[in-house]
């Protein structure tokens, strides 16, 4: 019932009219207004949420791979950035069953992505609180604009969660965006025969009443929604530490296990190598989850353990392993900011090379620039399509431009500035922004702050911004 269906039918005093009419706005007479559905993205308008933040998601789930049916609960802890009247949720598909707010039930109502909650008392700006959405149903797999599959994706012997750039609003409700980063407790029930495997720490692994297992992961470390993943199956895991201690956690479908088995093996010397090159490794834990060649389109830098569809190889590790710094840790403002991702992993698959005995980081940008890196002129024409800071839409944000020209963009600021600054800007980059958010004007302000003897002018309108092949390497 709303709070103003109760007519007065007496005069009051002024003052005290005046009490009741303050009372019934709620936070001391300052009425809430709704938070905006999605943040403006420019690639991907609808995607987040105004007026709050979150801190903390704590999803509670538990799945049948048979009837692929999945029911969740997730209690969302965010602050309200403004006074709040109401507030929207991504979520896509699956059904709602009860929405509560600071324990009392809320009215909510669906449109698209878009779960609106509206609590039973407006939240003030500043205010802590907690969401609690019941769902149920069967997740959606969601095609990108680029045509690969993202969401929930269905394997022969579970699923595999996968959220890039949208995808996570297939199995959980939140601000799906990367510039609202928060901590998780993800636990999930499965059949007794499967694992289920998350981002950061596991917890516990339990036997419930009825014979299913319970999995319940932390993640201690902020982390984006794009990049929480949920792997259930049957995995072969293995446990190790690397030379400084680190936990290395890797699950591996049992018809890759052989393949994966040295590949896998050189995750400490990565690890070693990326840490000597980009600083302190930003989380509790590192490793890698691998699912069959056909469960998924590609390989993400899911946090703590980057997800491949089949055995990798050396460098395609090395680059997912690097986004760990460049990405998740360090993690872009919006969409439009991808290269920071891509570019940086990219660079990391060539310093790679370079010390181990392939190509210089030179000798590639050279090959990219001349236009015999590649085996087609089309694929060696498309790295110039558009300028790897401006993705021409939302369906080009992966593509080359953003992976090899956003390297070529690095290695002009190398060879600007020689690798003892070189090094010192990309490791203080990573130091600067560890579990933060940063943009492409960010990157150029900081790389200027740190040379501030060398013009940087040209690299940003020809290399970063500008259409088309620059006029020189």
């Known amino acids: 019932m709303p709070r103003s269906s109760v007519t007065v039918r007496f005069a009051l005093a002024p003052a005290l009219a005046l009490a009741l009419a303050l009372t019934a706005c709620g936070g001391g007479g300052v009425h809430g207004k709704p938070g905006a559905a999605g943040v403006r993205d420019p690639y991907f308008p609808k995607s987040g949420n105004g007026g709050y933040d979150v801190t903390h998601y704590a999803l509670t789930l538990s799945y049948d791979p048979k009837a692929r049916h999945l029911d969740g609960t997730a209690e969302i802890t965010a602050r309200a950035t403004q006074n709040l009247s109401a ?96 901590t998780y407790d993800i636990a999930v029930t499965v059949p007794k025969n499967l694992n289920a495997v998350s981002n950061g720490e596991l917890k516990s692994e339990t036997t419930t009443a009825d014979g299913r297992k319970t999995f319940t992961w932390h993640t201690a470390e902020p982390m984006a929604s794009y990049v929480a993943t949920l792997a259930i199956g049957r995995y072969d895991i293995t446990r190790s530490t690397t030379k400084s201690g680190l936990p290395v956690y890797v699950a591996v479908d049992p018809t890759q296990t052989a393949a994966a088995k040295k590949v896998l093996s050189e995750i400490p010397e990565i690890m070693d190598w990326e840490e000597y090159n980009f600083g302190p490794y930003p989380f509790s834990s590192t490793g890698a989850i691998v699912d069959r060649g056909g469960d998924s389109g590609y390989a993400l830098e899911t946090q703590n353990r980057p997800v491949f569809p089949g055995a990798p190889d050396t460098e395609t590790l090395v680059h997912e392993l690097a986004h760990q710094w460049y990405g ?112 492409t004007a960010d990157f150029t302000a900081y790389v200027e702050k740190k040379a501030p003897d060398k013009d940087f002018s040209g690299i940003w309108k020809d290399w970063l911004y500008g259409e088309g092949k620059p006029p020189r390497a």
């Open 87 to 182: 507030f929207d949720l991504d979520l896509k598909g699956l059904d709602v069953s009860a929405v509560t707010v600071e324990g009392k039930e809320a009215r909510w109502n669906r449109a698209g992505q878009e779960l609106t909650v509206r609590p039973h008392t407006d939240l003030d700006e500043g205010e802590t609180f907690r969401a609690t959405v019941r769902y149920s149903g069967t997740p959606e797999t969601l095609t990108d604009a680029d045509g690969s599959q993202e969401g929930w994706l269905r394997t022969a012997d579970g699923a595999l969660a996968l959220g890039e750039p949208t995808g996570s609003m297939a199995w959980f409700p939140g601000d799906n965006h990367p510039s609202d980063k928060a």
């Open 328 to 439: 998740d840790s360090v993690t872009p403002k919006s969409w439009q900011d991808m290269w920071l991702n891509e570019g940086f992993a990219t660079y990391a698959e060539w310093l790679w090379q370079e010390d181990h005995g392939g190509d210089t980081a030179d000798e590639i940008f050279n090959s990219l620039y001349r236009g015999d890196r590649y085996d087609t002129a089309a694929k060696n024409k498309a790295v110039w399509a558009f300028p790897p800071a401006r993705p021409s839409s939302a369906a080009h944000i992966s593509d080359a431009p953003v992976y090899e020209r956003g390297a070529m963009v690095l290695h002009k600021i190398r060879r600007t500035v020689g690798d003892d600054t070189f090094y010192d800007i990309v490791q203080g980059w990573a130091a600067t922004h560890r579990h933060a958010n940063a943009s």
